[in-house]
Each structure stands twice: as C-alpha cells, then as structure tokens.
C-alpha cells in the first residue's frame, strides 16, 4: 500500500517551522499524510495560489520549495488543546467531468469565499478508507519483535483509525487567511468515500452533489485519450479498493472498453451517493446537473450561494457573470471556451461517439438492474439519463 509522501526529490527542501504557526492559518497547506510514519507534510501556498490553481497538489499549484513535517500525533494534540480552524465550511462532491471547476471558479467570485479545489490530503485519505485489509500496513512493532499476527478486526481498527485522520484532515481545511471566511470545498471524485466524516466534522456544513448525465459522461471521456486513460485507470482503481457493492465488483473491468469504463466509474459514483444521501439529513444535500452550470451559471451561482447561506447580492452577480472565466476554459484559462463551444463540442461527440455512448449505455443499464439487488438506488445521480436507464 502507498501510504508515505514522495518527499525525497532534489527540488525539495526541508525546513523548520513552529507547529502553532503551520496550523494559525491556511498559509501553511497540508501537502500529504504518511499514515505507517504518522506524519504531516505542509508547504507554504498563498492566498492568489488558492484561486489561480486548478487543482490544490504539488503538481499543479505554486507552493513553496520548503516542507515543514510534524508528527501526526501531535498536530492531535495541538488539536485537542486549540482546535484547529473552525471556519464555516461547505463542500461540492462531484462526478467527473461535470463543470465543478467552472462552478468553483465562480464561487471564487463571491464575497468572503475561500475556495479549496480538489486539496490533495482529502483525496490520499479517501483513496486510502476501502483499501483492503491484506495490503493494510501492520501495526508498528518495537525494536527486534516479531510482527503480531493480524486479527480478525483489523479492517474495523483500521476504519476507527481512518477516521481520526480523516477528521483531521477536514478541520485542516477550514483555517482561513481572514476572519469571517467561509470555505467551499470542492473534493475529488475519490471523496465520494468519505461525505459522511467530511459532513460530520461540522453539523452546519452542507454539500452540493454536482454531477453530468451518464451520456455526457461517456462522451466527455471519449473526446480525448488523456481522459480514457485517467478513467480506466480510476474504473481499475474502484474495482480493486471497494468492495461495498457486488455487482460492480464483478464486472471484469479489464475486459471493459472506454465507454463502459466511462460508465462503470459514473455507477460507482451513483452507488457511492446512494450510500452517502442514506447517512446525511437531506436538507443538507442539493442535487445538481452539470448542464445547469455551463448553461446557466447565474441561476447555478444564486442556487449554490442561496443553499450555502452565501450573501451575495444580484449586483455582484452581474459583476461576476462578466468575468472571464465564462469565456475560457475552467481548467485552462488560456483556452478560450464559453457556452456555445461547449455545446457545439456536444454536438461534435455525438456524431463521433454516439453509438459507443449508446452500447454503453445498455450495458449500465443492465448493471443498474442487478444493483437493485443490492438496494443501491442510482437517483442520488442528478441527470435525465439516470431515469432513464430503469429498466
């Protein structure tokens, strides 16, 4: 299991910090756990990084040389005597590929808003909640012991362990640089794992589901190889870690082609959300279509600040709605890219992929009908198409 940081890189640099000061305030971002080390790495990143970067990771945002480790322990200790952060907090779960980085940009818009895209540490530790048992790293042992043998509760060790962590991690990302900030959190698609501790650590906090249908799923993934070779390998991903539902572990994924790879990760996502809108009060939950976004981000802005508690007046929206982020891509802002692009890509996908989204689609809807089997209902899943698929 990989579960330490890649810290030994010659462009690196380790460095001293004062605990009290890496957790005062969001200056110092947590960079990456190492859970068998029971260790924190944070580098330093400044405010126009958190709005600028795409993704909140060392491979996509300016952030400091220097790293600063501390053992985790004490950073939960720190915790217990001066609880860290504290902000209020909202969060956006996504599916892949559904204008959640159009939507986070726009959110960057808004008065008194600290947006965090898609922080690393979140990411690492839902990747890490199903990993199975046999690859879970043994507890340490002193010095010229032998290794205890594993016992039959240690999946259930493992997830009260997880889950402080976790926990952790999610009080990390609300430290803010003023006071009076709110933080919205955009998670990776790997979060969908964890909304339930993420919710917990805050009784007021509320999440946005945002998703794309399953056919503008499929084809946003078949438009480029980059994408194909990212889904198979997150379809591979889900297929080896979580074991939560049987049917989709059956599907030999291997054997699968892009658009059903494309599918089956929209399914897990559908499942996970399932599992998730069962856990949570559902006035805390607001189901979004991706369309509502990259069609109508006015009315998407009103409906996400409206349902955060956000003040946001309609002046400022106009302001906002004249930014160029509606006119250049979200992840790419020296692309050009608005709506009508948007839709005239659509249209391109369709005639160039139409019928592998549409076998594709049979083939979920088959797999959606023995999920029933395992009680798993796919309407947490906004989108036409996901009624659509009942059989």
């Not at 906002?320 to 890219?337: D, G, M, N, R, W």
Request: charged residues 25%; contains cysteine; proline residues 6%.
């Amino acid at each position: 299991m990989v579960c330490s940081a890649n810290i030994n890189r010659p462009d690196i640099i380790m460095a001293s910090l004062n605990l009290r000061s890496a957790l005062a305030s969001c200056n110092y971002y947590p960079v990456q756990f190492d859970l068998c080390r029971r260790l924190i790495w944070f580098a330093e990143l400044k405010c126009e990084t958190y709005r600028h970067a795409g993704f909140l990771t060392p491979k996509h945002a300016r952030m400091s040389e220097e790293r600063y480790v501390f053992n985790l322990d004490d950073v939960l200790l720190h915790d217990l005597s001066l609880p860290i952060g504290g902000a209020p907090s909202h969060y956006i779960f996504i599916s892949a590929f559904c204008c959640s980085t159009l939507l986070a940009r726009l959110l960057d818009e808004v008065p008194g808003c600290l947006v965090l895209k898609e922080p690393s540490i979140l990411g690492q530790l839902a990747m890490l909640r199903y990993w199975p048992v046999a690859a879970m790293p043994s507890p340490p042992q002193p010095a010229g012991e032998t290794p205890a043998p594993r016992r039959s509760g240690h999946a259930a060790e493992w997830e009260e362990n997880w889950q402080t962590w976790a926990a952790l991690a999610t009080r990390l990302m609300t430290r803010t640089f003023e006071p009076g900030q709110t933080v919205i959190v955009k998670a990776a698609d790997v979060c969908n794992t964890m909304g339930d501790v993420i919710l917990a650590n805050d009784p007021f906090s509320k999440a946005v589901l945002l998703s794309a249908s399953l056919r503008t799923s499929i084809l946003s993934v078949l438009k480029q190889e980059d994408r194909k070779k990212w889904t198979r390998k997150r379809a591979t991903f889900w297929h080896k870690t979580l074991t939560l539902f049987p049917t989709l572990n059956k599907v030999s994924v291997p054997e699968l082609d892009d658009a059903q790879n494309a599918a089956y990760v929209w399914l897990v996502t559908a499942a996970l959300w399932d599992r998730f809108r069962k856990q949570v009060e559902p006035d805390r939950l607001l189901l979004m279509e991706a369309e509502e976004v990259s069609e109508n981000p006015g009315s998407a802005l009103r409906k996400v600040a409206g349902f955060f508690g956000l003040p946001l007046e309609e002046s400022r929206v106009r302001e906002i709605l004249t930014h160029p982020v509606l006119s250049h891509h979200a992840k790419f802002p020296a692309k050009t890219y608005d709506a009508a692009t948007r839709q005239n890509d659509r249209a391109d996908w369709e005639i160039r992929c139409g019928g592998d989204a549409d076998r594709a689609m049979e083939w979920a809807a088959t797999i959606q009908k023995e999920l029933e089997s395992d009680e798993v209902d796919l309407g947490a899943m906004a989108g036409r198409e996901c009624k659509e698929l009942v059989l």
